[in-house]
């Protein structure tokens, strides 16, 4: 079965930082774009970030370039979002994805919740 678990989140403090983590099972890791999304409550989710395979990003929601860094580790099939500085408006349910490409992602899992307070 393909499986897509993220782990990593929880209540933070403004200016504090998390690393999320996405362990993957079930499909061919190494041949699919890896991505996070965001969703908050009565809103869609949102792409936020997303690394291709070797050589093809990673690409970033413009607001969040320089704070948040995707990363993938390919041996344990594992993608991460490292995010810094986070601010009350970071507030949200993150969501790991997996396609063949950055615009075709079709995996979804079903996320861990960050909380900024102030």
């Known amino acids: 079965d393909v499986q897509l678990v993220e782990s990593g989140g929880g209540l933070v403090q403004a200016g504090e930082a998390l690393r999320l983590s996405c362990v993957t099972s079930?499909?061919?890791?190494?041949?699919?774009?890896m991505a996070w999304f965001r969703q908050v409550p009565g809103r869609d989710r949102k792409q936020i970030a997303c690394?291709?395979?070797?050589?093809?990003?990673?690409f970033y929601a413009d607001s969040l370039e320089g704070r948040f860094t995707i990363s993938r580790d390919n041996a344990k099939k594992t993608a991460y979002l490292q995010m810094n500085n986070l601010n009350v408006d970071d507030t949200a349910n993150y969501i790991c994805?997996?396609?063949?490409?950055?615009?075709?992602?079709?995996?979804y899992g079903r996320g861990t919740q960050v909380t900024v307070s102030s």
């Open positions: 690394i291709g395979v070797p050589g093809t990003g990673p």
């Open positions: 994805s997996a396609g063949r490409t950055c615009r075709r992602l079709t995996l």
């Open positions: 079930g499909f061919w890791f190494d041949d699919y774009a």
